[in-house]
């Protein structure tokens, strides 16, 4: 008995970091639609990522050439290139991190693992959550990521959101509400971040789509070896009776 209370105990305590972790900042995180098996989302995140992303941004620990593993052929690949780089280049950043600390008083951090350290849902609902705050020296604020050095450049695509601030019963709750319409709806907008994060994922572990398609092949083969084990048995049986 006293056991089991010890053991329930040590289950509850394993919990507490990962209560913890949930509920950081107190805001609601939206679930990233991503699936790694989708190689035409993972191809819409990548050009989006090198269009928009690498101004400032590197992914030092990503090269361009481990887009054929999502389905790009290599003249697709070297249609996004930027100049001076080869197919075997690492994906860097066009601004240099001194330069980028001036302008926004923070350095652009390495994007090659974020959906790792940070979770797909909250880098999927940071990227949507950027609203208006003339306090700010960028004029923009981010929800799950106050005081944030990240101008909005994802405003033209998005449009501009303002914070409302709702009184239920008794406790604020905050939300976003779209003042000025962006090049795309938000349906649009909501499914470019989706394809985005899902490449974030990609980039953050590559390996994960080798593991998957293993993980088939593994369970394909342990299924055939239990036929064939069955029909070995009947074999062996066959003349006992
Ligand atoms: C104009 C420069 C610029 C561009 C372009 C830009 N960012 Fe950023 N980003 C920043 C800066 C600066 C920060 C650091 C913010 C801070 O720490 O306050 C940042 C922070 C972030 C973070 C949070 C990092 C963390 O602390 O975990 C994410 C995620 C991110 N950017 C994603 C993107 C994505 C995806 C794109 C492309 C759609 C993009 N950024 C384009 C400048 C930029």
Known sequence: MILIKKLS?????????????????????????GNLNDQASLQRGAQFFTANCLACHSANYMRYNRLLDIGMSEDEIKKMLPEGSKLGSTMKAMMDAESAKTAFGVAPPDLSVEARARGVDWV???????????????GVN?????GVGMPNILAAYQGEQALQVENHDGHEVKMLKLVNPGSMTAAQYDATVGDLV??????SEPAKLVRHKLGYIVIGFLFLLLILTYALKKEFW???H
């Open 9 to 33: 105990m040590m289950v509850l305590l394993m919990l507490v970091p990962a209560l913890v972790l949930a509920n950081e900042g107190g805001v609601h995180l939206d679930k990233a639609p």
């Open 124 to 138: 999927y609902t940071y990227l949507r959550s950027f609203y208006t705050d003339s306090n700010r020296p960028s």
């Open 142 to 146: 981010n929800l799950v990521f106050p």
């Open 198 to 203: 899902n490449y974030l994922d990609f980039m």
């Open 238 to 240: 066959k003349d006992i």
